[in-house]
C-alpha cells in the first residue's frame, strides 16, 4: 500500500472523505486541509479522476525527523528519484513549513532541490533542470517542527482545473469549492438549481457535469501521467469507462443569471467550451428584480462582498434588499449563500438554519442556508400572535 494525501478547501475534509472512500481508499485520516489515506495506484488513478473536491494528490516518498537543512539534504539524497522520473524531464520543488525552527525556507527548497540532482548525477551522469513555471514532476516538501516529509504530486495542475474554463470574472470560485457546496447543499439533478450571481458560471459548470455523470478528470492529464511506473491500459480502462457513462447533453433544471453582461458572457462561453450549453438555461436579469425560475428547489450562489464590491455602503445597502427579494420571490427554496461578511444574516434580515465555515482560498467564510418557507413572513408573524393571543368569542 502507498501512502497519499489529497488536498482540499478547509472546511470540506469530510466531503472529500465520501470521495476517497468511494475510490477504495483506506486508514483515512482527515486533517484542517486535507485527508491522509492508503492505496495501491489505481485508487490515485481513480480519486484523481473522480473526485470533484480534491485539489490535489500527493504520494508520500521520504520521512525522517530533522535537526538541521543537512538532515533534509541527506534524507532527499537517499531517496530514490531515479526510480521514478528521468533526469530529461523537468523539477520543481516547493516546500511548505509549520512551526519550523529553520531560518529559511528558500534554503531548505534549494538543498532538497540540490539533493535531488546529485542523486541523478552519482547514477546517470545527468541531473534534471529547474522548470518554475510548467515542470514535467514536481516535489513537495513538508516541514513541521521535527519532521521532514517528501511527497511526489500526481496532480500537476490543480484537479478544480477541469480543462475548459477560459473566461473569468473578478474573484472567481474554484470548481472544487463550487462542488462542495453543492454536495453540502444536498442538491440532486432532479431538483431545480439556481445561481442567479453566476459569474463566470462555476456553480452552474459544475451541477451541469454532475447532472450529465462527467467526471471532472476526464479531459485533462496528470502527472502521473509522467512517472516512469504509470500503467497506461488500467488508466486508459477507468477513463473509457467514465467516457461511456456520460448521459448525452440535455436541458436540465439548471438555471444561472447574473446583472452584468459581462458575467453572463464569461458563462456563456465556459459552458459552450465545455459542450454544456444545452444543460442550463441562462439569462440576464437583477436577482432584486427577477422571479424564481421553478416553484422550489436549491439556489446556490457567491453574492458580492469585499472583492467585488468597492465599499461597505455598497453591502449595506444591498443586502437589506437581497432579504426582501428571498421573501418575496422564492419562497419554497433553500438558498445557500457564500460569504466572508459575516454582518449578512443581520443584514438580509434572515435567520440562518445552518453556518458551515469555509474558505475561498485563503478567505475565511461561511455557507449560510436559508431555508424559504411557503407564505409569506407577515403572514406567519400573524399566526404566531393570533395563537399567543386569542380574539374573545361571543
Known amino acids: 500500500m502507498e501512502t497519499f494525501f489529497a488536498s482540499c478547501p478547509r472546511g470540506l475534509e469530510s466531503v472529500l472523505v465520501e470521495d476517497l472512500i468511494a475510490a477504495g481508499a483506506a486508514d483515512l485520516k482527515q486533517i484542517p486541509g486535507g485527508v491522509h489515506f492508503l492505496g495501491e495506484w489505481p485508487v490515485c488513478y481513480f480519486a484523481s479522476l473522480h473526485s470533484r473536491i480534491a485539489t490535489r494528490i500527493l504520494w508520500r516518498v521520504a520521512h525522517a525527523s530533522y535537526r538541521k537543512e543537512d538532515d533534509i539534504y541527506h534524507l532527499a539524497l537517499a531517496t530514490p528519484w531515479p526510480r521514478w522520473f528521468f533526469p530529461e524531464q523537468t523539477i520543481r520543488v516547493d516546500v511548505n513549513a509549520l512551526k519550523s525552527p529553520l531560518k529559511s525556507i528558500d534554503f531548505v527548497t534549494l538543498r532538497i532541490k540540490d539533493a535531488i540532482c546529485d542523486r541523478f548525477r552519482r547514477e546517470s551522469g545527468k541531473r534534471p533542470m529547474v522548470d518554475r513555471r510548467e515542470p514535467e514532476v514536481r516535489v513537495q516538501g513538508f516541514v513541521s517542527s521535527d519532521e521532514c516529509t517528501l511527497y511526489l504530486d ?4 490543480p484537479l478544480y482545473q477541469r480543462g475548459f474554463r477560459q473566461k473569468t470574472v473578478d474573484a472567481p470560485l474554484k470548481e472544487n469549492l463550487a462542488a462542495g457546496i453543492l454536495r453540502l447543499s444536498g442538491w440532486q439533478p432532479d431538483v431545480p438549481l439556481f445561481d442567479p450571481m453566476c459569474g463566470s458560471g462555476t456553480f452552474l459548470a459544475e451541477a451541469a457535469q454532475i447532472a450529465l455523470g462527467i467526471a471532472p478528470g476526464a479531459r485533462r492529464d496528470f502527472a502521473f501521467q509522467r512517472l516512469r511506473h504509470f500503467d497506461a491500459v488500467l488508466w486508459n480502462q477507468l477513463v473509457d469507462a467514465a467516457r461511456s457513462a456520460e448521459k448525452p447533453a440535455r436541458n436540465t433544471g439548471i438555471f444561472g443569471s447574473d446583472i452584468s453582461p459581462v458575467a453572463v458572457r464569461a458563462t456563456l462561453a465556459n459552458l459552450d467550451r465545455a459542450d454544456l450549453l444545452p444543460v442550463v438555461t441562462l ?24 472583492e467585488r464590491v468597492s465599499s461597505d455602503d455598497e453591502l449595506a445597502a444591498f443586502y437589506p434588499l437581497l432579504g426582501s427579494a428571498l421573501k418575496r420571490r422564492f419562497a419554497g427554496w433553500n438558498c445557500y449563500l457564500l460569504s466572508a461578511d459575516t454582518r449578512l444574516p443581520k443584514l438580509v434580515r434572515l435567520t440562518p438554519s445552518k453556518r458551515t465555515p469555509l474558505f475561498n482560498g485563503a478567505l475565511e467564510c461561511r455557507l449560510y442556508e436559508f431555508r424559504m418557507v411557503a407564505g409569506t413572513n407577515r403572514a406567519t408573524e400573524q399566526a404566531r400572535v393570533a395563537k399567543q393571543h386569542p380574539e374573545p368569542m361571543g
Open 154 to 157: 500526481t496532480s500537476g495542475a
Open 283 to 306: 439569462s440576464s436579469g437583477d436577482l432584486l428584480a427577477i422571479d424564481a425560475p421553478a416553484p422550489g428547489g436549491i439556489m446556490v450562489s457567491n453574492p458580492p462582498y469585499g
